[in-house]
C-alpha cells in the first residue's frame, strides 16, 4: 500500500495504461479480461488519432516495399477482426461500424497505372490475393468512377471499422471490465530503485502500479521522467481528413472503399453505411502542428475529384488534421522496453486501427506471463537500441 498526497492509502495497480486511445484502451480491456487490475490515464480517453482515422483495414492495398515483416503482423490482425468485433459488440452492446466491404484501389494516368502494377507484384509476391481490372471492370463495380479511370486492383479482403465507435466501444467494454479511468494528464513516469512505478499527474498526484504501459501515440516519444534507453523514438506525422455526408437519395454512392495514388498523393475514400464518406489524408512532417490548412483540404479534395467527380455534390461535414505515431521503421514498438517495469504498446503509424486486435492480445500475454508472443518479437522496442531524438516543443 502506498499513500496519496492526502494520506489515504493508495493502492498500487498491477497494470497503469498512460493513453486511452484505442491502443491504450484494447490493452487495457484485453489486460482487464485475463485478470489484472487495470487503470487508465488519459483526459480525454476515447480520443486520440483514432478520432480522425478513416478506419481502413488495408493490410493488402497498403503495402509498401520493405514492410514485409510488418505485413504478417498486419495480417494476423485483420484475420482476427471478425471474431474481435463481434466479442466487443457483445461486451459493450455498442455497434463499431465494421464493414466487409472490400477495397478498389485504381489508377488515373499512365504513371499511377505502373505504380499499381508494381504493387499487385509485389503483393503477388507475398501472397497476397488481389484481382487487376480494367478501366471499365473498376466502373463496373464502382459506377461512381471518373470515365478515365485505366485500371484498378480488386481486393476483397481489405475492410472497414468505425474509428470512433471503435473507440466508444472499447471504452465502454473496459468500464465494464473494472477498468478504473483517470481523467488526467500523466505529467511524468514515476522510476524508484532503477523501475518504472507509475506516473505523477500535473496536480502531484501519484498513481502507482507494478507495470506501467506507455501507449499514448505520438506523445508516448516526450513523456517526462522515461530515461533515454527506454523512450520509443516516435515521431508525429500529421495527417488531414475530411468528412462528407452522402445524402440518402445518393446512396448508393460507393459500396467499398475507393483509393489511388494521384500524382504521388495518396487519397482515399471510405464510404460507411451511415452516410459518412471519410476523405484521407495528407502525409505531413510538421512536428506537432494540427492546423487545417486550405491547401491540405484543397489537395485532398482535388485528388478526390478526379477519382470520382460526383463528390464536389456532396456537403462537407467535417475537416479535421490528427498525428500518426511514425517510428523509424514505420512499425509498432510492442513489449518491455529498457526500464523494468515500463511497457511500450506505439508506434503504430499508419496502422493503428489495424492493429488494435493482435495488440491487445498480445501487450495481455506479456502483461500476464511476462513473455512476448513469437508473432510480436520482431516489433520489440529493443530492436531500437537507443532512442534517437525527438522534437521537445510543446503539442499544440
Ligand atoms: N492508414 C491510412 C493513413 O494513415 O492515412
Known amino acids: 500500500m502506498?499513500?496519496?498526497?492526502?494520506?489515504?492509502?493508495?493502492?498500487?495497480?498491477?497494470?497503469?495504461?498512460?493513453?486511452g486511445g484505442v491502443i491504450g484502451l484494447v490493452t487495457a480491456w484485453r489486460a482487464a479480461l485475463r485478470g489484472l487490475d487495470v487503470a487508465v490515464v488519459d483526459p480525454e480517453p476515447g480520443g486520440g488519432a483514432a478520432r480522425v482515422a478513416a478506419g481502413m483495414l488495408a493490410a493488402v492495398t497498403e503495402l509498401h516495399y520493405g514492410e514485409e515483416t510488418l505485413l504478417g503482423l498486419n495480417l494476423a490482425s485483420a484475420a482476427r477482426y471478425p471474431a474481435f468485433v463481434a466479442e466487443l459488440e457483445e461486451a459493450s452492446g455498442l455497434d463499431v461500424g465494421y464493414r466487409a466491404c472490400g477495397t478498389l484501389a485504381v489508377a488515373l494516368d499512365a504513371d499511377d497505372r505502373a505504380h499499381?502494377?508494381?504493387?499487385?507484384?509485389?503483393?503477388?509476391?507475398?501472397?497476397?490475393?488481389?484481382?487487376?481490372?480494367?478501366?471499365?471492370?473498376?466502373?463496373?463495380?464502382?459506377?461512381?468512377?471518373?470515365?478515365?479511370?485505366?485500371?484498378?486492383?480488386?481486393?476483397?479482403?481489405?475492410?472497414?471499422?468505425?474509428?470512433r465507435r471503435l473507440a466508444a466501444a472499447l471504452l465502454t467494454a473496459c468500464e465494464r471490465a473494472g477498468v478504473v479511468f483517470h481523467r488526467a494528464l500523466a505529467e511524468r513516469l514515476a522510476v524508484a530503485g532503477d523501475r518504472a512505478r507509475g506516473v505523477v499527474l500535473r496536480d502531484g498526484t501519484e498513481l502507482a502500479?507494478?507495470?506501467?504501459?506507455?501507449?499514448?501515440?505520438?506523445?508516448?516519444?516526450?513523456?517526462?521522467?522515461?530515461?533515454?534507453?527506454?523512450?520509443?523514438?516516435?515521431?508525429?506525422?500529421?495527417?488531414?481528413?475530411?468528412?462528407?455526408?452522402?445524402?440518402?437519395?445518393?446512396?448508393?454512392?460507393?459500396?467499398?472503399t475507393v483509393r489511388a495514388v494521384v500524382r504521388g498523393s495518396h487519397v482515399y475514400l471510405v464510404p460507411r453505411e451511415n452516410g459518412e464518406l471519410v476523405v484521407g489524408a495528407t502525409s505531413e512532417e510538421l512536428g506537432w502542428d494540427t492546423t487545417v490548412t486550405a491547401g491540405g483540404v484543397y489537395e485532398l479534395l482535388r485528388d478526390a475529384h478526379e477519382l470520382v467527380p460526383g463528390l464536389t455534390e456532396l456537403p462537407l461535414t467535417e475537416t479535421?488534421?490528427?498525428?500518426?505515431?511514425?517510428?523509424?521503421?514505420?512499425?509498432?514498438?510492442?513489449?518491455?522496453?529498457?526500464?523494468?517495469?515500463?511497457?511500450?504498446?506505439?508506434?503504430?503509424?499508419?496502422?493503428?486501427?489495424?492493429?488494435?486486435?493482435?495488440?491487445?492480445?498480445?501487450?495481455?500475454?506479456?502483461?500476464?506471463?511476462?513473455?512476448?508472443?513469437?508473432?510480436?518479437?520482431?516489433?520489440?522496442?529493443?530492436?531500437?537500441?537507443?532512442?534517437?531524438?525527438?522534437?521537445?516543443?510543446?503539442?499544440a
Not at 502506498?2 to 493513453?19: C, I, M, N, Q
Not at 509485389?122 to 464502382?142: A, D, K, N, P, Y
Not at 516526450?222 to 446512396?251: D, N, T
Request: with cysteine.
Open 320 to 395: 479535421l488534421a490528427g498525428l500518426r505515431p511514425g517510428s523509424p521503421d514505420n512499425a509498432p514498438l510492442l513489449g518491455p522496453s529498457a526500464l523494468p517495469g515500463l511497457l511500450l504498446a506505439t508506434g503504430h503509424y499508419r496502422n493503428g486501427v489495424l492493429l488494435t486486435p493482435v495488440t491487445g492480445d498480445v501487450m495481455a500475454e506479456v502483461l500476464t506471463t511476462g513473455v512476448l508472443p513469437d508473432e510480436a518479437r520482431p516489433f520489440s522496442p529493443r530492436r531500437f537500441p537507443t532512442a534517437l531524438p525527438v522534437r521537445q516543443e510543446q503539442p
Open 116 to 163: 499499381l502494377r508494381e504493387l499487385h507484384a509485389l503483393q503477388t509476391r507475398c501472397g497476397l490475393s488481389s484481382e487487376w481490372l480494367t478501366g471499365r471492370e473498376c466502373r463496373r463495380l464502382e459506377p461512381m468512377l471518373a470515365p478515365g479511370v485505366r485500371g484498378g486492383l480488386r481486393v476483397d479482403g481489405d475492410h472497414q471499422v468505425d474509428p
Open 2 to 19: 502506498r499513500s496519496s498526497e492526502h494520506g489515504a492509502p493508495r493502492r498500487s495497480t498491477d497494470v497503469l495504461v498512460v493513453g
Open 209 to 256: 502500479a507494478e507495470r506501467t504501459v506507455l501507449a499514448a501515440g505520438s506523445l508516448s516519444g516526450r513523456l517526462a521522467g522515461v530515461p533515454p534507453s527506454a523512450l520509443p523514438p516516435v515521431r508525429p506525422v500529421k495527417g488531414q481528413v475530411l468528412r462528407l455526408r452522402i445524402p440518402a437519395a445518393y446512396a448508393p454512392f460507393l459500396s467499398r
